[in-house]
Each structure stands twice: as C-alpha cells, then as structure tokens.
C-alpha cells in the first residue's frame, strides 16, 4: 500500500470463493465438521483449492473455518491433525497462492450474552492459530460479535508473526447480528493492527456496496469484500445471482473502495474467473486522517465535540463504594454507571483501587459487568499498569487508559499496553519533578509525551492532555496556568481532559466555583471535563457551551434539555428502583430487592403478569425498535430470571404452586451445530414463564418426537442455520405431524423464510426470540 498526499493507492487482490459450496458439488458425503474431510477426502480439498487458483485466486482459504478443539472434540482427531492437512492441501492445490488459514466463530455466545468467557474464546482460537504457522497469513471471517473477534485477534497476533485479515458478516441494518456498529467495528480492528478489514458472508454484493463506502471514510486500511452471490432460496439452497451478475456487483465494490474481493457462500471458481480482471490493478481512494475515538460495540465516539465523563466510579472518599468493592457488589457499581449515564455521561471513569481488594482482578470483573448493561465507553483510570492492561484486554471496543505521565517509568510501563489494545491515554503534565508551576512547563512535558509516543507507532490524536487542575484553596495562582495550558493544546487540535471539581475542594459553596471554572476551561477549548454529572449545573453549563461553540446543531439538544423546565422543577429523591425499572435496565439484585417488596403487596402472579412481563414486553419493544440490542436484552432476560428465582422461592416458602406457563421443546435439527439463536430464544422464553426443554443441537427427529410425546408438550420451536439441514427440519416436522395430538411448530434461522415455513407445514415462522414470545402467546392463549 502506497500513502500519496491524501490519498491511499493499494493493488487489488483476488480471494477465493466458498468452499462449501464446492464440498456439495464434489458428491461426496460430507461429515457434520466439515473440516474432517482435509484427512477424509483430502483429494477434494486439493481439487478446489487447484480450482480457485487457477480462476485468478491469488489468496485460498484453508479447510480451517471451524477447526476449534471445542468442535473437533470426540473427533479422534486433533486440531494439529486437522488444521495442518487443511493448510498442506491448500499448498499442495495452490502452490503459486498465499495460503490463508481461516478462523471461523466459535458458535458460543460470548459474556455477558452467554458463558463462554473472553479467556475461553482466546484459548480456542490461539490453538487454531498455534497449529497453522505454516500458513502465509491468518484470516478471521464471518464475525458477529465484537469482543469474539478481539479474542480471535489477540490470539493470532500474540501466537505468530503472521499478517492478520479480518471481515465480520453485516446485516441490512448496518449492524452486526449482536449489534456492533461499523465504526466500532473499525475503531477497534485498526486499534488492534490488523492489515486489512472489511465483510463477508451476510449480504449479497449489492447489500455491501454502501458498507463498503461507509468504512473507505473510517480507515485507511485495505477493505475486504468477500459476499454471498446474492440471497440463499431456502427450498433450493441455491443463490439469486449468477457469476456474470455477481461481477457487475462486484465493480460497485471495488469503485467503493475494495481493494481485497472474493467470494463467500453460493460462489464458485466461475465467478472468481470473472472478477480476476482486477487482478494487480491500482486502486486509488481518498486517506483517512487519525483522529481521536474510543467506542463500544453499540456506540462509537469521535472526540470532535464535548464529552464529559463520569467521575463516580472512584472510591475516593465513598464509603459506600468502597463497601461495594470489598464485597464485589457489582450491581451497586453497575447502578452508577447508569445514573451517570442518564444525566448525561459519555464516557465513565472507572477507578476501583482501594486497599484490601485485586485491583487487576476487580478491574477485569467490573469491565465486563459494565459493558453488560451500559453502552457508553469507559476511561479505565489506574495508577497500577498490570490493573490497566486486564481491562483493557477484555473491553469489549476500543477503551481509553487513565493513565501515563511524562515519567519515564510510566511511559515505559503504559504507552505498550495502549499500543498492543489500540487504546487512547490521557496524558498527565507532570514527570519525575513533579507539576510544573507554570503552563509553558507542562507544555513542554506534553511535547516529549507526543514524541515518545510516535517513536512507538502511536499517534498524537491517541492522546488526551490533562494540564492538572490544582485547588484555588492551596494554589490560587495555578488555575489561570491550567487554563492557559488548556488553551494552547486546543490551538494545536489535541484533546484535553480535566477533572474539574478539585478547583473548589476545601471552599464553601464548591459547585459555584466548580461550575465557573468549569465555563472558563470550555471557553479555552476543554474537550473532555471529568465531574459529577448528576449535578445540573454543571450540565446545563456543558449544554449551553456546546450551542455558543456551535457543536449543537439547530440548538436541538439545548431546547431538549431547557425547553420544558421550570423554576421550580425538583427531581424526586427515588432511594429504592422499581421493579420494572429493574428489570429494564438489567440491574440484577435491584431487581431481587424490588420483587421481594413488590410481594410483600402483590401475588406471586401479580408480580409475574403486572410487573415482571410488562418490562419484558418494553425490552422486546425497543429491540423490535432497534433502540436495544441483543445485550442488553439478555441482560434484561438475566435480571428477569433472578425475579424469577425469588417467587420461586416464595412459592415455594408459602406452599403454593409455581408459575408455569406451559411447556416448549426446543432443538437445533439434525447435522446442524449452531445453537446461538436457540439459545437466545431460550432464555427469552424462560423469563417470560415459560418450561422450556432444551433438546441442544444436532437433534435427530425421532429424539424431538420422543420428547414432546412424553412431556405432553404443545409447543416446538426448530433452528436451523444452513440451508444443508434443512430437509432434517422437514423430516422432524413431517414426524411430529404423525402423532395423535400433534403440537404447533415453530421455526427459526438464518436460512428460513416465512414462504418456506409455511411450505414444510411449520405452523409459525419466527424471526427472533420476541417473535418466539409472541408466538408463545399465540399458543398458550388459546389452549
């Protein structure tokens, strides 16, 4: 890749097509893991990947996709076995190729959707990685969740040497199936160094074109496309478009800025042969200048207007946070961070240092309990680079450090960790010698920190200046150097953070002078103000400094803020969370507190049907909305259960029966391992007091009819993810409708559509677990 003044000049690479695709039309029988056949029939491997090649491939994909030791266990054969035959075959056929090894998700929903722990992910796919060295470069494809692929890419970085291509699978909403946003996306792949991004899978051509345009003005980075030759037609299996229509797609994607194009599901070395013309042609397209960012998976921030941040996550001088830390009272934390955020917070510092507790250990655990509930992205603060490192190997997204300093043994400790996780840093003016006195002096600290930054590759827009807010009380000179120091960082386009409040500590009437301190440091250019948020004043101060800096278009966030106050308004004092409230938000222990109090008053049914399914119901109506997401659904799911667990336990107390709405089987069909759409129904229908009996994946019709037989079950929900295992959904139906009283089914997956439902006699058609509620509904209402 070649960098001219604002533009990026790469050369086009032809990738390979699906590989499925041609395993079907070799004849072959093929096993339920499918890399099996780089040791059963390595012959056809060898064949296709000859086939690809010699349609233009310059780059083939390995047999490698799913090659995890968690899917070859019980196979007699090892991940070593499997994945060095795949890659020695895909040599052997493609000798003039660069030999990719393919990494595939895991098919487990990653904490806190589900179980399966970053450090479980990390473990899978460093062993895949670990046995497939001798291929020429790693590829991670067909990626839905975030945190997932971090895992898969830490793992490939720290286990070789090998460059790294990443693509995640979009969907028509521009997000990923667990919600992840494109620029979150791009955030935190380019933070973590990856060679080249993009997409496969998902979509056909068409659907990519304007992802592609989007991320070619998010990164600089060569940009993958790799789609399906068009949509799958279920009762088929076959896709819409042919090799000659994909190409004509396919030069929308590389006028949008694809430099990295092939072919995913439905394609075969025909339309490889048609889009080989690209091959070695110059791509030109505009550079992306760096600018500061940080994000999460469901929102990005570009750092070009003001964000505060959260201060309230800190134990300093909180006995109630430091009771929290000592017993690991995470919700209490957890219930910051949301009222931090519902005042107004866009990022939120979290400090949890505090004598006789893990700081790293604390530190990992309250990052991944945050980023269950709370979208906003976090400043992890620290002075112990071991506690900055465990957090920032676990945040889900692109995180910040707080922080590094122009002392040596702070940037030697820190600027890698902020390099190795692509995190930005706030950068404190002051070194070995302390504070200087006056703003020139922290100036030039801020200086060497830029320089010793870029010697490790590390940008200046990474970088977030505090020139250190000392107190009026004991330094009244200080804080015109402060804002003097505030003000040149502005002028040269750096970010800059203060922590506010400590200009008033030991004054009487600290929030006026805060509040005034606080409209001087903005009016000099103050990017990032750390204070309490839950104070009004300074919000509105915050509120009315973005409309005079013209950061609020319209004056629209203004008149929200201000347009229906009154003098007079005075925000209840709430000391208790409402169920409901609870449950939404996902606090788990409020949620337990209130339903205790909710059946000191109300049935055990009552609490059920008037509270618990009410704020299950708002949830599902925000994620049909799109103003929730898979996250934070589950999290409210989880929050439900504990609701559960508690009249369960009271029933059980009093002598009564427990709440049951009826009983659902649900099963992934034979030949078929995916279960992560399963499982979320699962949980949605459990909280909604439904007995579900979970039969797993890879279930054989007789299995599924066995069990509803003997549990009288009216309900049957069927998954399936490849078009493959459908006619096993078929079968499974067919058998179910032979017996005496035959139960209404449902079915779900990728592959399906209303039509074909409707053509293999299923009764419902279920695009997702609300979906599954409603139809639950449908069924137990009506018995």
């Not at 909403?173 to 998902?202: I, K, P």
């Not at 399914?613 to 049909?624: F, H, K, M, S």
Request: glycine share 8%.
């Amino acid at each position: 890749m070649e960098r001219k003044e604002n533009t990026v000049i790469e050369t086009i690479q032809i990738l390979d097509g699906a590989t499925g695709t041609m395993i079907q039309k070799a004849g072959i029988d093929v096993p339920k893991i499918p890399e099996l056949l780089n040791v059963l029939a390595p012959e056809t491997l060898i064949a296709i990947h000859e086939a690809y090649a010699r349609a233009g491939s310059q780059i083939v994909y390995a047999n490698t996709f799913g090659a995890s030791p968690m899917k070859l266990e019980g196979t007699g054969y090892t991940v070593e076995d499997i994945v060095k035959a795949g890659v020695a075959n895909a040599r052997q056929g493609a000798p003039a190729c660069l030999v990719a090894l393919d990494i595939g998700p895991l098919g487990q929903l990653m904490e806190p959707m589900g179980s399966f722990s970053f450090e479980d992910a990390y473990a899978q796919f460093a062993a895949m990685v670990k046995a497939g060295n001798d291929a020429d470069l790693i590829v991670i494809e067909t990626m839905s969740d975030l945190l997932e692929t971090k895992a898969a890419v830490l793992a490939a970085k720290e286990n070789s040497e090998l460059p790294v291509y990443v693509t995640m699978s979009f969907e028509e909403n521009g997000r990923t199936f667990t919600g992840c946003t494109l620029e979150s996306m791009a955030m935190t792949l380019e933070g973590l160094g990856v060679d080249a991004l993009g997409f496969n899978c998902s979509i056909g051509p068409d659907g990519m074109v304007g992802l592609v345009k989007r991320l070619a003005r998010l990164t600089s980075l060569p940009i993958i496309a790799k789609p399906n030759a068009g949509l799958p037609d279920p009762a088929t299996g076959a896709y819409t478009m042919d090799a000659d229509s994909f190409a004509a797609s396919m030069e929308q994607l590389v006028e949008a800025g694809a430099s990295r194009i092939g072919g995913c599901c439905g394609t075969d070395p025909s339309f490889i042969e048609r889009i080989a013309r690209w091959k070695g042609e110059p791509l030109e397209r505009a550079d992306v200048p760096s600018q500061s960012k940080v994000c999460t998976p469901l929102m990005a921030l570009e750092l070009n207007t003001i964000h505060p941040v959260g201060e309230r996550i800190n134990p300093t001088g909180k006995k109630r946070f430091q009771q929290a830390l000592l017993e690991e009272d995470l919700d209490y934390i957890v219930s910051i961070a949301l009222a931090q955020k519902e005042a107004g917070a866009q990022i939120l510092d979290v400090n949890v240092g505090f004598p006789g507790v893990d700081e790293v250990d604390m530190m990992r655990k309250v990052v991944k309990k945050l980023q269950s509930v709370v979208d906003v992205p976090l400043l992890l603060d620290s002075s112990n680079p071991a506690a900055l490192a465990a957090g920032a190997r676990v945040y889900n997204g692109k995180p910040a450090l707080n922080s590094v300093s122009g002392e040596q043994a702070k940037l030697d400790a820190v600027l890698p960790i902020a390099k190795k996780y692509g995190a930005s840093m706030v950068a404190l003016t002051l070194d070995e010698r302390g504070i200087p006195a006056t703003a020139n002096g922290r100036i030039a600290i801020a200086e060497r920190i830029v320089e010793r930054a870029k010697q490790m590759g590390i940008d200046a827009c990474e970088l977030w200046f505090d020139p250190l807010t000392m107190t009026l009380s004991a330094q009244p000179a200080q804080a015109q150097e402060t804002l003097k120091a505030v003000e040149s960082f502005s002028k040269r386009g750096w970010k800059t953070v203060l922590g506010v409040s400590n200009i008033s500590f030991g004054l009487p009437q600290r929030p006026a002078v805060t509040r005034v301190f606080l409209a001087q440091a903005l009016a000099a250019g103050l990017t990032m103000p750390i204070l309490n948020v839950n104070v009004d004043a300074y919000m509105d101060t915050i509120a009315c400094a973005r409309l005079i800096r013209d950061e609020d278009p319209n004056a629209k966030a203004y008149i929200a803020r201000f347009g229906g106050r009154t003098m007079d308004t005075v925000a209840p004092d709430k000391k208790t969370v409402d169920l409901q409230v609870a449950i939404v938000k996902g606090l788990d222990q409020e949620a337990k507190d209130a339903a205790k109090r909710a059946l000191a008053s109300l049935s055990a049914l009552d609490v059920v049907e008037k509270e618990l399914i009410p704020a299950l119901d708002e949830v599902g109506n925000r994620y049909e909305k799109g103003t929730l997401f898979l996250p934070q659904l589950l999290a409210a799911a989880q929050s439900a259960q504990a609701v559960f667990e508690v009249v369960k336990d009271h029933l059980a107390n009093t002598g009564q029966a427990s709440v049951k709405k009826g009983k659902i089987v649900l099963a992934t069909v034979q030949g078929d391992i995916h279960d992560i759409g399963k499982n979320i129904v699962k949980t949605v229908l459990e909280n909604y007091g439904y007995d579900v009996i979970d039969l797993g994946r890879d279930v054989a019709p007789e299995t599924v009819v066995e069990a509803v037989a003997r549990h009288g079950v009216k309900l049957v929900g069927l998954s399936a993810l490849m078009t493959t295992t459908l006619p096993a959904m078929q079968e499974t139906i067919r058998q179910l409708h032979t017996l005496d009283n035959p139960p209404k089914i449902m079915v779900g997956g990728a592959v399906l559509t209303p039509a074909y439902a409707r053509d293999m006699q299923a009764d419902y058609y279920s695009k997702d677990a609300q979906d599954g509620v409603r139809i639950a509904r449908e069924v137990f209402d009506h018995e």
